[in-house]
């Protein structure tokens, strides 16, 4: 038996974004209450608001944007999740912490730092765990199966690191190390551990042409 598990979580006005501010903007336009026909409304929100997408665009001109994916590039069958321990002073996740748990045929890894418990309150995005550059390096040029790497903290760019974390943005999203590669930020990851079997991921990001990011949905298919 197999169940499906959200990995993302839905966009609401309470969403947060990096450096704290509103991420998401809902507005009616159309109310059946107030004598329409139908409900409708507009949406107004960044390519990285809530759980979504980078691609290699964020940080290079010549990267690949995110409806230039094959479909099948969004299914990944070999998932590892790693938990890592951090702290307020020491929020880097550091090469040492990943690379020795890492399997040669990786295609997806989700890092489990523990922030979906603070999601809501102002520590989520002030003091969110970063990644450091040396990792994505390595893991890009080390791994060739691997294709992604998602995170339970609002960015891979710790608020408190930021010169850091825009290098290791671009030491992971580096077209170097082949375009066909993404970094998912905000991920739900309460419900996953480092021993939870996972059989697939499905990353459904929003088809915009030309689009740097994108938010998605995120599905998991577990034991």
Not at 45 to 67: C, E, I, M, P
Not at 68 to 93: C, D, G, M, R, S
Not at 138 to 166: E, H, T
Not at 176 to 190: A, R, T
């Amino acid at each position: 038996m197999s169940e499906y598990f959200w990995l993302s979580y839905p966009l609401t006005t309470d969403t947060p974004a990096y450096g704290g501010e509103k991420g998401f903007y809902s507005d009616s336009i159309k109310r059946i209450s107030e004598g329409d026909t139908c409900n409708t409304s507009s949406y107004r929100l960044t390519s990285h608001t809530g759980t979504h997408v980078d691609t290699a665009k964020h940080f290079f001109d010549n990267g690949l944007t995110v409806d230039a994916f094959e479909p099948e590039f969004w299914i990944f069958n070999q998932v590892q999740v790693i938990e890592v321990n951090l702290t307020k002073e020491k929020n880097i996740v550091q090469e040492n912490a990943i690379l020795p748990l890492v399997s040669d045929k990786t295609d997806l890894i989700l890092i489990k730092t523990g922030m979906s418990h603070t999601r809501g309150k102002k520590d989520y995005w002030e003091y969110n765990p970063g990644l450091e550059p040396e990792l994505g390096r390595k893991l890009r040029k080390n791994y060739p199966f691997l294709r992604a790497i998602g995170v339970d903290s609002i960015s891979i760019s710790s608020w408190q690191n930021r010169q850091l974390g825009r290098e290791a943005h671009r030491a992971f999203l580096d077209p170097k190390y082949g375009d066909k590669f993404v970094l998912i930020e905000d991920m739900d990851l309460s419900k996953v551990h480092s021993n939870t079997e996972i059989y697939k991921v499905y990353i459904m990001p929003l088809l915009v042409q030309g689009a740097d990011g994108a938010p998605c949905n995120v599905l998991a298919q577990v034991k």
